[in-house]
């Protein structure tokens, strides 16, 4: 089952776009100083919009965490292109950065992994 016959880069681009929203998401509802509740609020967002894709794409399911593992990271190297303390950085400097980052990433893209497949799994009825 899929919804329209739609590129896969806008879908590409749609995962995308609801993993960022998701982080940016106790921000946007003010959830306050509690980094508890911030990540929890974040981490739920990730996993619904993952079963929301999940749903609508249930093919190749594992798609939609690349693209918001993609979308970290081009984020993150976009808050460091804008820092003018990092305006000479090497390569070097930037890979680091990114390297020290990518646990991170990884935690993130686990909730969208995760509701992406039980999302395909609800749609599939439990079937190939």
Known sequence: MHLGQSTDSLWWGLAALLGLVSLWLPQLL?????????????????????????SLRPD??????????????????????????????TNGEVLAYLAGNASLYALHTIPVLAGAYLGAFMIRGGQK
């Open 60 to 89: 190749r399911v594992w798609r939609w965490g690349a693209a918001c593992l993609l979308a970290f990271t081009l984020r993150d190297l976009t808050q460091f292109a804008n820092d003018s303390r990092f305006l000479h950085a």
């Open 30 to 54: 003010q959830t306050g100083a509690d980094r508890t509740t911030q990540l929890l609020v974040a981490q739920s967002a990730l996993f619904f919009s993952g079963g929301l894709i999940g």
